[in-house]
């Protein structure tokens, strides 16, 4: 199993431009998430998924969307990128949020914006 | 508020104990984790807590948890140069909920 994959691990992107990070999992698991990691403020959640088909806004959605139109993918799109956004992209994956719910991550992506 | 907050930065020699600390403010908090980022990767979890315990011992890792004061802890013995990492606290609430709030991670460095 590859468990959590993201495409792609780094890109440089100038101001106003617009590009969508993948994320997939092989662990069938119901719930996934993108978050944004930046330095002293630990991990933000931006949007989750509960399901194929949805999607619901996490602590900092704003600037970007999602779309989870397959149960084992997880799309974060940037519409028109902000130097504010140049941070490391995690997407991660969970069977439920019941009991002990463990988190499985990808690799992270790099995104500069210039 | 919900912050959880870690110091930045921690320094040990190989072979002592490293001990990191983590204060919450949620008190409906259920689990409580530890999470470990190796340099150029993802997170992975290395131990969890229920809210109803106050310790869990798992090999060479020691998780205290004080309720009252809102204090998780994570002790490392016999602290190896792989040990270097950024340990993140995270917490969850009640079943049922996506949410997770993580803190701010603590550098741990391994000197030789």
């Known amino acids: 199993n590859a468990g959590v994959t993201q495409t792609p691990k780094f890109r440089v992107l100038k101001t106003g431009q617009s590009m969508t990070l993948l994320c997939a999992q092989d662990?069938?698991?119901?719930?996934m998430y993108w978050y944004r990691q930046d330095p002293g403020m630990g991990l933000r959640l931006i949007h989750y998924?509960?399901?194929?088909?949805?999607?619901a806004k996490g602590e900092v959605p704003d600037g970007y969307n999602v779309s989870r139109l397959k149960k084992q993918n997880f799309l974060l799109g940037l519409e028109s990128a902000a130097p504010s956004q140049t941070s490391v992209y995690f997407c991660?994956?969970?069977?439920?949020?019941?009991?002990?719910?463990?988190?499985?991550f990808g690799p992270g992506t790099r995104l500069t914006v210039l | 508020g919900e912050d959880v907050e870690q110091s930045l930065f921690l320094s040990v020699r190989e072979g002592d104990s490293s001990v990191i600390n983590c204060t919450y403010t949620d008190s409906s908090s259920t689990y409580l984790y530890w999470y470990k980022q190796e340099p150029g990767a993802g997170l992975q979890l290395l131990t969890y807590?229920?809210?109803?315990?106050d310790m869990k011992q798992d090999q060479r890792l020691t998780v205290l948890l004080n309720k009252k004061d809102k204090h998780l802890s994570l002790r490392i013995a016999d602290t190896q140069t792989g040990d270097s990492a950024i340990y993140f606290c995270a917490e969850s609430r009640s079943s049922g909920t996506y949410k997770y709030i993580f803190g701010t991670g603590t550098r741990l460095k391994v000197l030789a």
């Open positions: 998924s509960v399901g194929e088909g949805t999607t």
């Open positions: 807590i229920f809210s109803n315990m």
């Open positions: 662990m069938n698991h119901e719930y």
């Open positions: 991660a994956s969970s069977y439920s949020p019941s009991g002990v719910n463990e988190q499985f």
